[in-house]
């Protein structure tokens, strides 16, 4: 691991201290609405590191679960789960914390007997694209849309995990629908922005709040945790804001 820099890991106990890293405000609705999740979810083997350098300035963070209970539209059995992995610091790239968050993972995985590590990689600004994965000895195991199943397996035996196809599962919303879960601390805001959005407009958005991983597994996007859809056409695949839902209230109802 990299000189002068501090791995700290989440535990109920110091969340309130150290945060769940991606919104800085531990006030912000959002932060707290993660907390909860995170408290909730914490004796189902949820982890999240943070990497800390030596004035306790946070440079990146991963966040990972037993793949058992992703929540994402993924079927694995045995591996640990990547949820999400950032390094938000210019100068902590040049450091490779992306790699040594990884290797922390890998580490555990390999503690606890694991089959390897799985995750969702995608080239949009809010998913850790391939090419970090790939570097770390990934290879791509499924594809749909613009989502790519990353695997790093320790025995070559071990089956490969799937994605769930959840085009399957957007029929199901009918009328104007946002699903979500408090998985990411941005979606409180999102979730807020549009709701009020579509009460200006008169549009009845019906919001679903996912409560278990399962919910997730069988979502309408690949990100698992958010979406957007309007009878059966999935709009949006992640958080947006109220100006980006504006357009595409324009877009839909012109």
């Not at 999400?84 to 922390?104: H, M, N, P």
């Not at 694209?129 to 594809?143: A, H, R």
């Not at 069988?218 to 945790?225: K, Q, R, V």
Request: proline share 3%; net charge neutral.
């Amino acid at each position: 691991m990299h000189e002068n820099i501090n791995y700290v890991e989440v535990t109920p106990e110091n969340i309130s201290e150290y945060g769940c890293y991606c919104i800085k405000d531990k006030n912000a609705a959002g932060a707290k609405a993660k907390t909860e999740w995170f408290k909730s979810k914490f004796n189902n083997g949820i982890k999240i590191i943070i990497a800390c350098d030596s004035d306790k300035r946070q440079l990146g963070f991963i966040e990972y679960i037993p793949s058992e209970q992703a929540w994402r539209p993924v079927s694995a059995e045995n591996y640990l789960f990547i949820h999400c992995i950032a390094i938000f610091v210019k100068g902590a790239k040049r450091k490779e914390l992306g790699s040594a968050l990884l290797k922390l993972c890998e580490e555990d995985a390999k503690a606890n007997t694991k089959s390897g590590i799985c995750t969702i990689a995608s080239s949009g600004a809010w998913m850790a694209d391939k090419s970090l994965f790939e570097k770390n000895g990934y290879e791509q195991c499924d594809e749909l849309d613009k989502f790519e199943l990353m695997v790093k397996k320790f025995n070559s035996d071990s089956a490969h995990p799937k994605l769930i196809n959840w085009k399957e599962n957007q029929k199901q919303y009918q009328g104007w629908n946002l699903v979500y879960s408090d998985q990411c601390p941005w979606h409180t805001k999102s979730v807020n922005d549009l709701k009020a959005a579509a009460l200006d407009f008169g549009i009845d958005l019906k919001i679903t709040g996912f409560e278990n991983p399962a919910d997730a597994q069988n979502s309408p996007s690949g990100f698992g945790t958010y979406s957007l859809i309007r009878d059966g056409r999935l709009l949006e695949a992640h958080y947006i804001s109220k100006t980006r839902f504006l357009n595409i209230l324009k877009k839909e109802i012109a």
